[in-house]
């Protein structure tokens, strides 16, 4: 079985208030991005493979970007232990996996590769979990995992798990994907960060309004990423790639998650033509791209 984990971005990302736990309420719009994704095949084994020692029921063997965690740590493998120990139809799998998503971007590909490995057993082993049972297993994986079972546009709150569908018209809207070769923390995006309480539910209101994306991105003042604070002055660069993405014609630029993926969206002519300060853009950053690319219909 061969699948595709997709990356995401997100639409604004307000940091509302610490929690008890540690970590933080976050408000956010998920939105997939079916073009830059990994490659993920799964297939069913009975037993031994010569070329490589069975581990635990698991062969996993990963090609594309290097990963800097042990095979153990990685997401897929920690889903298959999950999923193995909870429901005893599942059985030995081998794993070839492709890595095109970089890791510390604030894309999601790791969350996206547990939860699309989680798809897999399912319908391999036929477990007949639902959407909702499958979001519920792959939660403790990672908070942005559930979001990639549904793999729609979706209003996030809590730590990023809770998900309310949204309807989001992209059409004859072009994004931009940029990623410098620096990559940002998640403890670092975090450091020193300002909360927001005062705009809880702001974002969930706004998107009522029955407005074009681009429109309503630009007028409602909500949809800013609150990261962008503490990772801009350490990281120039970040910053700069917004600014250019601004200059060149982008209605909306962002950094996605916390970092360091900037993407801009910009507005395609009728005749699907890209503005010329965009083809100049692509030739400037055209090692950083990740991609350039108009959204297509939303999978189910």
């Known amino acids: 079985m061969l699948l595709y984990p997709n990356c995401k971005i997100n639409l604004g990302l307000r940091v509302i208030r610490k929690r008890e736990d540690g970590y933080h309420d976050i408000e956010t719009i998920f939105v997939p991005i079916y073009g830059l994704h990994d490659e993920l095949e799964v297939s069913i084994i009975d037993g031994m493979s010569a070329a490589s020692p069975l581990n635990g029921g698991l062969i996993f063997e990963q090609e594309g ?75 403790v994986l990672g908070a942005d995992c559930p979001f990639f079972i549904y793999n729609r546009p979706c209003f996030a709150e809590g730590i990023g798990d809770k998900l309310s569908p949204v309807e989001l018209d992209m059409k004859g809207i072009r994004i931009v994907l940029i990623k410098p070769d620096e990559g940002v923390s998640t403890r670092e995006a975090y450091s020193g960060i300002t909360r927001h309480p005062e705009v809880a539910g702001q974002i969930k209101s706004v998107l009522c309004q029955a407005k074009p994306v681009c429109t309503l991105l630009g007028e409602a003042g909500l949809f800013v990423n609150d990261f962008e604070a503490t990772v801009f002055p350490g990281h120039p660069v970040i910053a700069a790639i917004k600014k250019r993405l601004l200059d060149a014609g982008a209605s909306y630029a962002s950094m996605s998650g916390s970092g360091s993926t900037v993407f801009g969206l910009f507005k395609d002519d009728a005749e699907g033509r890209s503005d010329a300060r965009l083809r100049m853009l692509e030739e400037e950053f055209a090692s950083m791209i990740l991609l350039n690319d108009t959204f297509g219909e939303w999978q189910s």
């Open 65 to 139: 970007i290097a990963v800097d965690c042990e095979a153990e740590d990685n997401l897929i493998v920690k889903c298959y232990r999950l999923m193995k120990a909870k429901y005893p139809k599942v059985g030995n799998v081998a794993v070839r996996f492709k890595k095109n998503i970089p890791f510390g971007a604030g894309l999601g590909g790791g969350s996206s590769d547990a939860a699309h490995m989680a798809i897999a057993l399912n319908e391999l082993f036929e477990l007949g979990l639902s959407k909702e049972q499958l979001a519920a297993e792959v939660a």
